[in-house]
């Protein structure tokens, strides 16, 4: 990551207390780049654009992505190939897939599952899936080793057509036809590990159908990046231990642990009595543990949408809008906290000027603008990312094209998908374009890893737009109110002119 006010805290390794870093993202129990097979309750598997829908994940290709025997992106050179004729009849269909087996077994690639595609002929082959009520025709992985053999059921099937962007993953059947549909299975080589060292792997398909003769290629799936563990990135609160005095710190604006008993009068607007309240550290409700002393706590009421709205305005409490700001809060998602009908609305900063740029109120680059921070859905079981909820930005922008916002999650490295009950530094920059420009900034970090970057966004028209508050909200919705109550947590608010980085504290 390229960053320019990163660098300038880390001569305080030298001369300061040893840090740890505060962060907890937690692990993934499934690899988040795997494409997704979807349930049979929601559209949220593989589609034409997407590798995992309900995660908002999407191929680098449209109708989707894949590497050659050579290790060409989108290349030609089949790792196998059949010959597919049009019998009308039912049609056990083969595959050597050694090599590519053994590049899995080696360790050479991830194993994202094999991807086929028509590479000769116009017609359509259908394919019993791993659905199909006839489980002796379901896709099977015959495999050979040096200790025996082994058969093995596909994990997830599923193929993409170009027609719908629906999810295909629970059908009966897959499909295969020229520019139209790929068909992509998974196996899982884990549970075949005791055979040693493959000497053969033969992919077999049954297609009961066939609408005209294709040669379909065996390649492999190449969606997504890999989740490389990095250092977090630290910035000024690298500086104070527990962010002790940040406050003081010349480069940051205003900072806040929500301890003292008038915390509301920090703020130059807070939400209504009842829905937002702080936390003690001795208090487990909601699964609450504490990061640091107190917390706020907010609350969406079932049937309500709207939870935290609370305002910092730079005007009234510095004297000046800024045109860059950074913004980094402690977020904690509840027990009860499950997204099932709708997303909505986190914190995020804005300049709206009561004009344009939420609810609905367009932004023309003249008006107003806002950049909050969004929730989606809570991922559903069954997927790599299950019971996480994607968050990003929710932006009202001079470019934008409906009447509500764009929405951008934060999926670098998949590190924008958030676990219930547990902390996460979150921190988002803000930097406004030059009138006119499409060079306007946004960024998020989680765990000061960079989760997302846009640097070409036109906030505005008009250089009498700035920065006019951090928006704290909390809200359910779109127009669809929340089920039941739930909650979230935030502690140590800190605003300021550069990059903050997470808290850290002494070993």
Not at 112 to 137: C, H, K, N, P, Y
Not at 157 to 186: H, P
């Amino acid at each position: 990551m390229q960053h320019s006010t990163v660098s300038h805290v880390f001569f305080f390794f030298a001369v300061s207390f040893a840090v740890v870093v505060l962060f907890g993202s937690g692990s993934l129990m499934a690899d988040p780049s795997d494409w997704a097979e979807g349930t049979q309750e929601h559209n949220d598997g593989a589609n034409r654009e997407h590798y995992n829908q309900a995660a908002s994940l999407r191929w680098a290709h449209f109708m989707g992505d894949w590497c050659d025997a050579k290790g060409t992106e989108q290349g030609e050179t089949v790792y196998a190939i059949a010959e597919v004729s049009d019998t009308d009849t039912l049609t056990p269909v083969r595959w050597d897939v050694t090599t590519l087996a053994n590049e899995w077994g080696q360790g050479t690639h991830p194993n994202q599952g094999m991807f086929l595609r028509v590479v000769e002929g116009s017609g359509r082959i259908a394919f019993a899936s791993r659905e199909s009520t006839d489980e002796t025709l379901r896709p099977k992985l015959e495999l050979t080793g040096k200790n025996g053999t082994a058969i093995l059921d596909a994990v997830a099937d599923t193929f993409l057509t170009k027609w719908t962007y629906r999810s295909q993953g629970q059908a009966n059947e897959l499909r295969v036809s020229a520019e139209a549909e790929n068909l992509l299975v998974r196996f899982d080589l884990e549970q075949a590990t005791d055979i040693g060292t493959i000497t053969r792997a033969t992919l077999v398909l049954l297609s009961p159908q066939q609408f005209g003769s294709a040669s379909i290629g065996v390649f492999r799936c190449n969606q997504g990046e890999s989740d490389v563990p990095t250092s977090p990135a630290l910035g000024i609160a690298a500086k104070y231990e527990n962010d002790r005095g940040i406050a003081n710190d010349l480069d940051v604006i205003f900072a806040t642990g929500f301890e003292r008993a008038d915390w509301k009068s920090e703020w130059t607007q807070v939400g209504k009595d009842g829905k937002v309240d702080t936390v003690n550290p001795e208090s487990r409700s909601e699964g609450f543990l504490p990061l640091q002393g107190k917390a706020l706590r907010s609350r969406i009421d079932e049937g309500e949408f709207t939870a935290l709205n609370t305002l910092y305005k730079f005007d009234e409490r510095i004297g000046s809008e800024p045109e860059e700001i950074y913004f980094r809060y402690h977020l904690r998602l509840a027990d009860d906290w499950n997204q099932t009908v709708q997303g909505g609305k986190l914190p995020g900063i804005s300049g709206t000027y009561g004009r344009a740029g939420w609810g609905g109120r367009k932004s023309d680059g003249t008006d107003g603008w806002s950049a909050r921070g969004l929730f989606q859905k809570t991922v559903p079981a069954g997927n790599p990312l299950a019971g996480r909820t994607p968050i990003g930005f929710y932006c009202y922008h001079a470019d934008m094209h409906g009447t509500y916002g764009s929405h951008w999650v934060w999926s670098q490295n998949y590190r924008g998908y958030l676990a219930k009950n547990q902390w996460y530094t979150i921190e988002q920059q803000c930097r406004l374009n030059t009138p006119g420009e499409k060079d306007g900034i946004l960024r998020g970090w989680v765990d000061g890893q960079l989760a997302f970057e846009k640097t070409d966004v036109r906030f505005r028209m008009t250089d009498e737009l700035k920065i006019e508050q951090i928006w704290m909200n909390l809200y359910h919705g779109g127009k669809t109110a929340s089920p039941h109550d739930q909650h979230i947590f935030i502690d140590n608010v800190v605003i300021a002119k550069k990059y903050i980085g997470p808290m850290v504290t002494s070993p």
